[in-house]
């Protein structure tokens, strides 16, 4: 028994001997960002964390501070859109940072939203700009959009990376936090070595792609961005596969327009400004999109409601819709990036540097789910 013992302890012994290595390797590889200034969470790939899903959820505290601050959201062409280090340039009087989600729609955009506030104070949160940016593709049920057989039903890539570490734990009523907000670095320091290997497990796979495809990923680069362009052939494809991910024929959904309007609102109501950007697509996707007329439809609105308050603003760039300009239906090229990143500066700095917040006793409020929780300021 002693030998039992002794021979466990010393197990245990080399295993947190282990654990210590690698915590501190990871910090030698990966150091610790300050936790001052803006984050570009796009550039995932270079840090720990390797996905935006996951750099988002575990890296948001960095969110948390008394500063005036931009943060973008929305799906994949917001993130590649918006180059988070021009905006910046051109705007001195907050720090900005890029939470876009690639294949978002607006429920998972409500959930980054709400991630982010989970890690700040009240007052933290009136500090809040929040760049929305939307286009047709984003309004599609979480049940459509997220349907894969690896995933429960409706479940976005937030709801993933929730459970992944076990820091939420799922019931039928939706996840339920197991380590509270304020614990969040405390739990990614956890379970640093255990990141630290996935980094290691993804860079071997990257490697072994490099050798077979002479190709790390199959993403494509910047360069090779610019020079695509799109044939006849590909753009049948592209509105194929759009018919087919909406789940429905000629219009978005409703559902997804009212998750908006309440995300608007509660933010609003907390004392948050809000910038809603409506992303332009290339011309002949949005003249051959049976999608386009109740989006535009569904914008109009909003922006019937909510355009005089003094909180709200919004962004239109109708004009850059050159088919040229996109590397597919969705995404601008570089070149295009670099004018929408300039405009929003521009808007930004009129709106946020040069304005001040609305003083009024706000309330704060948090989605949850298809419904609002009202709570008082301080609770």
């Not at 955009?109 to 989970?118: F, K, S």
């Not at 290997?197 to 002479?214: C, D, F, Y």
């Not at 290339?282 to 109740?294: E, I, L, N, V």
Request: charged share 25%.
């Amino acid at each position: 028994m002693k030998y039992i013992l002794r021979q466990s302890a010393m197990a245990l012994l080399s295993f947190a001997f282990l654990y210590v290595l690698l915590a501190g390797a990871s910090f030698v590889v990966f150091p610790d960002p300050s936790r001052a200034g803006p984050r570009d969470f796009q550039a995932a790939e270079q840090t720990l964390y390797m996905t935006v899903p996951k750099y988002v959820f575990l890296g948001r505290s960095v969110l948390a501070n008394p500063d005036s601050k931009v943060i973008l959201v929305g799906a994949s062409n917001t993130g590649v859109g918006f180059r988070q280090k021009l905006v910046q340039a051109n705007l001195g009087c907050a720090k900005v940072s890029n939470l876009a989600m690639g294949g978002a729609n607006i429920s998972e955009v409500r959930q980054v939203i709400n991630l982010v506030h989970e890690v700040q104070s009240d007052e933290e949160r009136r500090l809040n700009t929040f760049v929305i940016g939307v286009w047709f593709g984003m309004f599609v049920d979480s049940d459509v959009k997220y349907a894969e057989g690896d995933r429960h039903r409706g479940e976005t890539d937030i709801d993933i990376e929730r459970y992944r570490y076990g820091f939420y734990r799922r019931t039928q009523n939706g996840p339920v936090a197991v380590l509270p907000a304020h614990w969040l670095d405390a739990g990614v320091m956890a379970i640093r070595p255990f990141l630290l290997l996935e980094k290691v497990a993804r860079q071997a796979r990257a490697g072994v792609n490099l050798a077979l495809t002479g190709r790390t990923s199959a993403q494509r680069t910047d360069d090779e961005r610019e020079s695509v362009v799109m044939s006849a052939e590909d753009k049948q494809k592209a509105l194929e596969y759009w018919k087919e991910t909406m789940g429905r024929t000629t219009e978005i959904s409703a559902a997804q327009v009212e998750v908006l309007k309440q995300t608007i609102q509660a933010l609003l109501d907390s004392g948050e400004k809000i910038v809603l950007v409506d992303l332009p697509i290339p011309a002949w996707h949005r003249d051959a999109s049976p999608y386009q007329p109740s989006y535009r439809q569904a914008l109009k609105d909003l922006l019937q409601e909510f355009g005089d308050r003094r909180n709200f603003s919004s962004l239109s760039m109708d004009d850059l819709d050159n088919d040229l300009d996109y590397s597919d239906e969705v995404h601008a090229k570089r070149h295009l990036a670099d004018i929408w990143s300039t405009r929003l500066a521009g808007k930004l700095d009129s709106f946020v540097c040069q304005e001040t917040p609305d003083k009024s006793a706000p309330k704060v409020t948090t989605l949850r789910s298809s419904e609002l929780v009202t709570a008082a300021p301080g609770n």
